[in-house]
């Protein structure tokens, strides 16, 4: 009769089991280890980044009227371009719409889009860049050569064009926009996730793998994965800060979401300039401030983790030495 | 043995520094000398301290390190000297040969410019034919010819590229030369044509060697005396020949018997692993590994002693004898080795 | 391990090759999107307003009836002779578009660089030199803020305190009217012509039109430079070379700039390429925004008017520009590492 299996819990101590969670743990353990600047930053970029979160998917409850209202309840409109005031705090455009509502209803627009555009962009890139990376060969220099060319290429302009022609086919709505963003971005998850994978192919602990006879499905899987998984999130926070840059140029551009369908800050700030020349500043201030403080609170998000996690920039904190005194040589 | 003054001078240094587990103390307490034109092998294990006390001596420690002690170059200390004094004196006092001769030089200047900094520096007012002059002999003695003057290190290969750190480290003729783990990194041909170039120096120039390694046939070759280190102590020190026919403390009799050799029919390791620097254990530092400890080792740290003349020792085996508490000689129980963390 | 350094002109002959295959692949991609759109060109922009059988003529002269395969290798012919065709709205030989508002969009992105880097040098060498100080946190902010803000909302902001609160400078175009009706116009690069004919009321106007687009485009392309120096510069003190310079006596202060900063500064070029695509397109929203008339304006015009022929043209120049310009840098990178020589 074959002896019962040993459980887990009676094995030697030494033979540790590698867990998930501990992944995630180890992972983000240079986050909870940093201290001073580097760790403030990364706690206000998450800060910023949250709040607007929270303001996207709450902005039916936290506007103050919708985005394309532009008169009361009882019927009466709103004064066209009025300064902030009381019942407007950041002031009414020139369609009489709340400028306060539409930069409370442009943050869902602006996460949504770059959300989608986030998971197009990886769902085509991520893979394509795992394969090419691995297998190398034809396949890889062929990709490379496409995706090396659309990455030169100045990215708005693809942008615009894509999203012209997608509009007239399927109308200017979140989705077009997504998917303009994507074709942008998909080039570049392919190129850092290839480098990436063909930079840990390298390290010898996947050579000891193959040696020790892995299938190229558990090196990929295992290995190679959970290393370039490592760098995703840095790359995706970075990514979306420009993903959000880029909706707003096509918005501002006119290339955009249709108006009736949501707010867009590029959009109201192409809007804006004509009032520049009268003095209008709130029209234009607003929307644009709503864009620096995303962009920069996910930029130093991304940023502050790349400065914690990277080994290699990574200060390590120094403490003040304090020596005691030498003992004496001899014994009195 | 030459008869002379030491030219270096070290009593007591500590180099202690801070990380958020506490001080780690690579420098625990350490003294010895190096006389003109001898040539001191520094041995010891990965993580023992001995690359930081290179470091220490000239003055190269990062931020938050913080040194102690003595340490005299031909007479003048200079533990507490401003920066600037220790920088006007590396180069044409006391030169370093580091490990990594691939990364070591900058790879967009030519060799001739990093021999015309080096000069300069020193010598603002040497002519630039002179200080041309003095690289090509600097290099020309370590096999370089003049035509590769002025090309980029990247064209050179490892080997030669340490005998060119060796040349630039050389080209002010200090008289003391450190070299931390100078052929570590190289193959073993190679490896024999720095050791000989080393050996040269010595011989013409009498200039005093500190050399640092972990590769004892190294030291068996090259060495005039030795030095263990072990956990940021000098645990012994004597002169080559001696300490390798009978060694005095237990982890240098360990180290030897490790060595691999033809005559080897067995392996043999040390058990266990060196500590962890932020916290030593208490007394001697090897006692949880030596085979020889003493209840005394446990409690108390070994003086330093000297059961001949140039050798000097720290450990309770070799006394003395009227400081050990009674019972103190019995031999210690261990409990078996545990695993140790790594260092 | 050791290399021959190779010489600059064999690697500006393989270099230049290598970008061949690059070239036709942006060609290609630009050809089918033009043909993706809904119908020919002739359709596209003219349907409706001409009878069907007129249209039917023009898609025949034009040759939208031959196989694809034929149309295609026509226009990788043309490109090469550098032939764009005509607009098909307003009939302009888009040559001729292309070199004058080209040189509008030249002078501006020209400008525009030399503030970038400028600013994003200093700035990022200072911050990484002094880590963890002021003036380092101040940096880096400073770049993060100013890249997160986009280049149309810096252009309202000038043109509300600039332009009109203050009425310093003025919120359009490249030049006053008067002015640019007297200004001999020789390579469409009006502060070059300014100078070279001698006309300083024309480069003083000239200039004061250039000052917010370039300053608004330069900084937000100055930021990405300062990260990136400043990440360099922390790197290369770190490195072993700097180490080994320290331990040769040699003064912090020429291991700081001759070592550290010279070495951080490399990629500088390389940089400027990559970011050359952020600089273009940040060149048609700066455009935009002050009515400045480059090829990026006249893109937005040409494709709202379903001009494909004109879109396809600016975009295949584009295309070639880019191809042209990284082509440069990598030379001019060889040039200063020589590491990277083959």
């Known amino acids: ?332 | ?343 | 391990m050791a290399r021959q350094t190779g010489s600059l002109r064999a690697y500006f002959l393989t270099r230049l090759l290598l970008a061949v295959p690059n070239l036709l692949i942006l060609l290609t991609i630009v050809f089918l999107l033009m043909r993706v759109a809904p119908g020919d060109p002739i359709s596209a922009a003219l349907g409706g307003r001409l009878p069907q059988e007129e249209l039917d003529r023009r898609r025949h002269e034009a040759g939208y009836d031959r196989p694809i395969v034929v149309q295609y290798l026509e226009f990788l012919g043309n490109t090469l002779t550098l032939d764009f065709g005509t607009t098909l709205t307003d009939n302009r030989a888009l040559t001729s578009v292309i070199v004058q508002n080209g040189a509008a969009t030249l002078e501006l992105t020209f400008f525009a660089m030399v503030v970038a880097v400028t600013v994003g040098v200093i700035v990022g060498l200072v911050a990484g030199r002094f880590r963890d100080t002021v003036l380092d946190v101040g940096g880096r902010l400073f770049g993060i803020v100013i890249y997160a803000a986009p280049v149309f909302f810096l252009g309202f902001l000038a043109q509300l305190t600039f332009g009109k609160w203050l009425g310093l400078l003025p919120t359009s175009g490249r030049a006053d009217p008067v002015v640019q009706f007297d200004l001999d116009t020789k390579t469409n690069l009006f502060v070059l012509d300014s100078i070279i004919t001698g006309n300083w009321t024309a480069l003083w106007d000239v200039t004061r039109h250039l000052v917010m687009p370039v300053l608004t485009l330069g900084l937000v392309i100055g930021g990405v430079f300062i990260r990136l120096i400043r990440v360099n510069v922390l790197q290369t003190l770190k490195g072993d070379y700097v180490e080994a310079a320290r331990a040769r006596g040699v003064p912090e202060r020429k291991v700081v700039f001759r070592h550290a900063f010279r070495n951080a500064l490399v990629p500088v070029v390389t940089v400027m390429g990559l970011q050359f695509a952020v600089l273009l397109s940040g060149a048609v929203l700066t455009e935009q925004t002050f009515n400045w008339p480059g090829l990026g304006a006249e893109l937005v015009r040409y494709l709202n008017n379903r001009d494909y022929i004109a879109v396809q043209g600016i975009i295949t120049f584009t295309g070639l520009v880019v191809v042209f310009a990284s082509l440069m840098i990598d030379v001019v990178t060889a040039w200063i590492d020589p590491r990277v020589r083959y």
């Not at chain 1, 455009?93 to 959300?115: F, H, K, Q, W």
């Open chain 2, 1 to 343: 043995m030459i008869p002379s003054d030491p030219i270096l001078s070290v009593r007591r240094m500590r180099v202690w520094y801070g990380t958020e587990r506490g001080p780690v103390r690579a420098v625990d307490d350490v003294s010895f000398e190096i006389r003109t034109g001898e040539t001191l092998g520094l041995v010891g294990e990965s993580g023992c301290g001995k690359s930081t006390l290179g470091r220490g001596l000239m003055g190269l420690l990062p931020e938050g390190a913080v040194v102690d002690g003595s340490v005299r170059f031909q007479g003048q200390e200079l533990v507490g000297q401003p920066r600037k004094v220790l920088r006007s004196m590396r180069g044409p006092q006391i030169g370093m040969i580091f490990q990594e001769p691939m990364t070591r030089l900058n790879p967009l200047m030519r060799i001739e410019d990093h021999f015309l900094e080096t000069l300069r520096t020193h010598e603002p007012d040497l002519s630039q034919d002179e200080a041309r002059k003095r690289s090509l002999e600097a290099l020309g003695r370590m096999g370089i010819p003049p035509t590769r003057f002025r090309q980029y290190p990247h064209e050179f290969s490892g080997g030669m590229r340490q005998r060119i750190m060796i040349a630039l480290g050389l080209v002010l003729q200090p008289k003391l030369v450190i070299a931390d783990e100078p052929t570590t990194s190289l193959d073993v041909l190679v490896e024999a044509q720095i050791l000989g170039i080393l050996a040269d120096l010595k011989a013409n120039f009498d200039t005093a060697l500190l050399l640092i390694t972990h590769n004892l046939g190294i030291v068996a070759e090259s060495c005039d005396r030795v030095a263990v280190m072990y956990a940021g102590k000098i645990v012994e020190q004597a002169e080559t020949h001696e300490l390798f026919r009978s060694p005095a403390h237990p982890y240098t009799r360990e180290l030897l018997a490790s060595i691999i050799s033809l005559h080897t029919t067995g392996l043999r390791s040390i058990p266990g692993a060196p500590p962890d620097l932020t916290d030593p254990p208490p007394g001697c530092r090897f006692h949880p590994r030596c085979p020889d400890a003493m209840l005394v080792c446990r409690d108390r740290d070994p003086l330093p002693t000297r059961p001949e003349p140039s050798r000097e020792v720290r450990c309770w085996l070799h006394g003395p004898d009227r400081v050990i508490p009674e019972g103190g000689r019995r031999p210690l129980e261990r409990e078996g080795v545990a695993l140790a963390d790594e260092a």
């Open chain 1, 1 to 332: 009769m074959a002896a019962p299996p040993v459980p887990r819990s009676e094995m030697s101590p030494s033979v540790e089991v590698p867990r998930r969670v501990g992944f995630v743990r180890r992972t983000f353990a240079p986050v909870a280890q940093a201290r001073g600047i580097p760790r403030a930053i990364v706690w206000i970029g998450a800060g910023i980044t949250a709040m607007f979160i929270l303001l996207a998917i709450f902005a039916p409850v936290v506007a103050p009227y919708h985005f394309n209202q532009y008169r009361t309840g009882d019927g009466e409109r709103f004064v066209k371009q009025e300064a902030p005031s009381a019942e407007h705090p950041f002031g009414t455009n020139v369609m009489s719409t709340d400028v306060m509502s539409r930069v409370i209803y442009g943050s869902r627009t602006a996460i949504e889009v770059v959300l989608l555009s986030l998971a197009f962009a990886l769902a085509i890139g991520l893979p394509l860049g795992l394969v090419s990376g691995y297998f190398r060969g034809k396949l890889d220099r062929a990709l490379v050569l496409v995706m090396d060319s659309m990455i030169a290429f100045p990215y708005l302009l693809i942008a615009i064009v894509v999203a012209f022609l997608l509009s007239e086919a399927i109308g200017r709505g979140v989705i077009t926009a997504a998917l303009a963003i994507s074709v942008t971005y998909t080039p570049f998850y392919f190129r850092v996730v290839r480098n990436h994978v063909i930079s840990v192919q390298e390290e010898p602990y996947v050579e000891a793998a193959r040696a020790l006879g892995a299938r190229p499905r558990t090196i990929i899987g295992r290995y190679v994965f959970q290393n370039v998984i490592q760098n995703v999130p840095v790359i995706a926070t970075l990514n979306a800060a420009d993903a959000i840059l880029t909706l707003a140029a096509l918005g501002f551009l006119g290339y955009g979401i249709q108006p009736t369908e949501a707010a867009e800050w590029g959009y109201d700030i192409q809007r804006a300039i004509a009032d520049a020349g009268a003095g209008i500043w709130w029209t234009g201030l607003f929307p644009g401030l709503a864009i620096v403080l995303l962009v920069t609170g996910l930029t130093l998000l991304g940023e502050g983790l790349n400065d914690v996690m990277n080994p290699v920039i990574r200060k390590r904190p120094i403490r003040r030495v304090e020596m005691p005194p030498l003992p004496a040589l001899e014994e009195p």
